[in-house]
């Protein structure tokens, strides 16, 4: 990849291929899973907000592992591991600057199809309130900034909208830590392997004090979960 614009290529051949359509995704570390690719979420006092590797096994290939650090808004998170998963799929010819801009322009892209921005927000702005940005943010589960950004990049806002975004952004601490934008987003969980667990038990593949052993929890507790349903979320 030598132009910045063969992020959105990558990122578009990436969802036809994993039949992803345009519609926003709700959990990327369960879609990682899914697709082979181990998300961790971590405990981390390094100022780091994600890595991507391919860790070697003794036995069979590499496994694609993608890391981020726990007790970041979800919003940052899900930015950053669809960043780390253009690390991981797109070949870069460029110095480290290129790359990072490459990387987020991939997650921009793969987070915010432009067909979907398009639907969404129109084609051609020269104007936006709060409340549709922030309806915006809980559709796509990405940042009012992150979301000024890719429409930049595809035109949708003139480079004077987007300037003067920018600048309230500043005002209002967004582009600060801690002082980050409201409404935040749960963070990112995976519960893939928790249901295979509960899969695994009951199909009597592994014994109840195995299954709460890899659940981290007292067979007492999975007791509970296997034989209480859990308790409706009220609305």
């Known amino acids: 990849m030598r132009q910045i614009g063969d992020a959105d290529r990558a990122a578009q051949y ?29 405990d981390s006092e390094e100022n780091i907000d994600g890595l991507a590797a391919q860790v070697r096994r003794s036995r069979g290939e590499p496994v694609p592992v993608i890391v981020i650090r726990r007790g970041v808004h979800g919003e940052h998170q899900r930015f950053n591991l669809a960043h780390e998963l253009g690390h991981l799929v797109i070949d870069v010819q460029g110095d480290d600057k290129f790359r990072e801009k490459a990387a987020n322009r991939f997650a921009g892209a793969f987070l ?34 992150a979301i000024a950004y890719r429409c930049g990049d595809l035109g949708i806002f003139p480079a004077s909208l987007s300037q003067r975004l920018f600048r ?9 830590a801690p002082n980050y934008e409201p409404n935040h987003l749960p963070e990112e969980k995976a519960g893939r392997f928790d249901r295979l667990c509960y899969r695994a038990l009951a199909e009597r593949a592994i014994s109840e004090p195995k299954t709460a052993e890899l659940l981290n929890i007292t067979v007492h507790e999975l007791n509970r979960r296997m034989e209480e349903p859990a308790p409706a979320v009220l609305q």
């Open 112 to 145: 915010m199809p432009a067909e979907a921005l398009w639907s969404s927000v129109g084609r051609h702005r020269s104007s936006i309130g709060w409340s549709e940005l922030f309806a915006l943010k809980q559709l796509f589960g990405t940042s009012v900034q």
């Open 168 to 176: 309230e952004f500043s005002r209002l601490g967004f582009r600060s």
């Open 14 to 42: 990436l969802r036809d291929h994993w039949n992803l359509g345009i519609d926003p995704i709700p959990n990327l570390v369960e879609l990682f899973e899914e697709r082979g690719i181990k998300g961790l979420v971590v």
